[in-house]
């Protein structure tokens, strides 16, 4: 029996679900829980920013996840719940979705999907994950604010098809599951090598926070934890945990 959505919680809206999700310690104690959402009146994406939900039923879904793996897994789970992602995509749409680290997947360019991972420890110590999941399925990118409409993209827009969540969804967490259970039987080399042939990262320009500024670099690829590896111009290289990142290319 599938653990992932072995309880769903089903609703028309929802202002976050990774909010809502956290904010219920009787959600958060039930490893493998979803709740998803077609619409979302107040969705983040990562360092604080607004994910704009378009008109027609969307898939915005939070999983919750105890973690069988060590602690030093965790950050590769967000590329891991990517990686997930495209090839849901690919296996319901057909589409060529690729990954941008650390979180987006895109499709021609465009991005489709995001993923924003938050975690919170029980008071029995055990690791709970929030994989936040939202997933543009319906309308066009003409949908969104102007100042977003070049950087989108959705599902049937790209399918030319009416493309609904439910099965989309389904597809994601078969995948997610699997990659979990395959991170938890030491695969995590692979998982990564497997999300790197669906990224664009090594050999493109992009912008970084510094303490003191911003740099730029050329991308060299991912450490085994997961984290984004750049080299400046200078020949420093810099090993991107979090923050913001800018592809310039």
Same mark, same amino acid.
């Given at each position: ?89 690919? %296996? ?22 995001? &993923? ?26 003409? %949908?969104? *604010? ?20 439910? *099965? ?53 690829? &991912? ?25 310039? %290319?």
């Amino acid at each position: 029996m599938a653990r992932l959505g072995n309880a769903t919680v089903r609703l028309d809206e929802a202002g976050s679900t990774n909010s809502l999700v956290l904010g219920k310690e009787s959600y958060l104690d039930q490893d493998g829980l979803v709740v998803v959402a077609r619409r979302q009146t107040a969705g983040r994406g990562r360092l604080g920013r607004m994910w704009t939900s378009l008109p027609g039923d969307q898939l915005f879904a939070s999983v919750v996840v105890h973690p069988r793996t060590a602690a030093a897994d965790t950050p590769a789970i967000s590329l891991i719940a990517g990686l997930a992602v495209a090839e849901a995509l690919a %296996d319901v749409c057909a589409v060529d979705a690729r990954l941008k680290w650390p979180n987006d997947v895109h499709v021609r360019g465009k991005k489709v999907a995001g &993923i924003l991972v938050e975690s919170t420890p029980s008071s029995r110590g055990v690791q709970r994950l929030v994989i936040g999941i939202g997933v543009n399925c319906q309308g066009s990118a003409s %949908d969104a *604010p102007p100042e977003l409409q070049s950087a989108l993209t959705t599902l049937t827009q790209e399918t030319g098809r009416l493309v609904s969540p439910d *099965p989309v969804l389904q597809a994601i967490l078969k995948r997610l599951e699997a990659h979990l259970d395959r991170l938890a039987g030491g695969h995590k080399a692979e998982l990564l090598v497997a999300w790197a042939r669906k990224a664009h990262v090594v050999g493109r320009r992009v912008g970084f926070a510094l303490s003191d500024g911003r740099g730029e670099g050329i991308a060299q690829g &991912i450490t085994p934890e997961g984290y984004l590896v750049v080299e400046d111009v200078a020949g420093l290289r810099h090993i991107l945990v979090s923050g913001e990142v800018r592809w310039r %290319d």
